[in-house]
């Protein structure tokens, strides 16, 4: 009898694998329901693109045409820089100027700072902060004619209810909108009253995005209140911060609703008279649309560059 080989006999060839079935197409929309598909998102879109076409973009253009042109009696004349010289040589000019960067210079102060501090103590609230966000947020609901002529009641000589504030608490009444060294802070203070409810709403939102942890640690290292605001609230937030105040200088440059409506536009001495109203004066009182163009022209031209030289600056500073 022969012994069984202790050898590994070899193991049969593997066999092949079957091919596998390739997983079936998902089913393609039909060509007619992803054509109306498309056509109303493109038709939303087109929507956008006309509104800002026909109410942004046109009159830019038609502002840098029309700096340069003169209209007298139906005709238009091309008049080269005239309309410059015109707006240059006018007193109200620099003036307007001077007044301009001076309000955007107290709006930094109370309409940048202002929000910024009312967010961070609505955010040490833990109850309550619906409530709180509603009646910082309501001046903005209320349509700004109704907001200026509340504060021109609030400002009066006579009755006002500043000037009775003052006088109960023995002060000298002050002549609020009527005085000239007053007049624009007056201005500045119903701004900010008016529009800080949206920036404030939007700093909450940035400060509710930092991790506590980080305010853990700086507990943990004895960090006081300012100290937390200065080394975490303020770099964590840095990028709005950055965003806000560019748009806070570009919407104070181009006030006009609330020295129109409160000191009649120039304001005492011309101490309230913006670029903005000036432009107005320019179109509307003395029908010289050029120097009107002229004058938007440049401030264009001054915020395009602020704006490019702004982010470029923030650019760098990220490098």
């Not at 069984?4 to 079936?24: G, V």
């Not at 120039?266 to 009182?285: D, K």
């Amino acid at each position: 009898m022969q012994a069984p080989s202790l050898t590994p006999s070899k193991a049969a060839p593997p066999r092949p694998s079957e091919p596998r079935e390739a997983a079936p197409a998902a089913p393609r929309a039909p060509f007619g329901k992803s054509l109306r598909r498309n056509l109303t998102a493109h038709g939303f879109l087109i929507g956008a693109v006309l509104c800002f076409a026909v109410f942004s973009w046109y009159p830019m253009i038609r502002e840098f045409f029309l700096a340069f042109q003169k209209t007298e009696g139906g005709q238009t004349t091309w008049v080269g820089l005239d309309n410059l010289v015109t707006v240059f040589n006018d007193p109200a000019f620099w003036q307007a100027w001077r007044n301009t960067l001076l309000f955007t210079l107290l709006a930094l102060v109370f309409g940048f700072a202002v929000p910024f501090v009312v967010a961070v103590v609505i955010n040490e609230f833990h109850h309550g902060q619906g409530y709180l966000r509603l009646l910082v947020y309501l001046p903005v609901m209320l349509p700004p004619v109704a907001s200026v002529l509340l504060f021109k009641y609030l400002y009066d000589p006579g009755y006002g209810l500043l000037n009775e504030l003052f006088a109960f608490l023995h002060l000298p009444e002050q002549q609020w909108l009527q005085d000239p060294d007053l007049s624009m802070l007056s201005v500045v203070i119903a701004s900010t009253w008016m529009n800080m409810g949206g920036a404030t709403l939007i700093y909450l939102a940035a400060l509710q995005g930092i991790p506590g942890e980080l305010y853990e640690a700086a507990d943990l290292d004895g960090a006081g209140l300012l100290r937390k605001i200065w080394h975490v609230t303020i770099p964590q937030t840095r990028l709005i911060l950055s965003l806000m105040l560019l748009m806070q200088v570009i919407a104070t440059m181009q006030v006009f609703v609330e020295p129109f409506l409160l000191t009649g536009g120039a304001g005492p001495e011309g101490s309230t008279t913006t670029v903005v109203y000036l432009i107005y004066q320019y179109a509307f009182n003395f029908n010289n649309y050029g120097a009107a163009a002229a004058l938007g022209l440049l401030l264009l031209v001054l915020l395009a560059g602020f704006s490019a030289a702004y982010v470029k600056l923030s650019r760098a500073e990220d490098e």
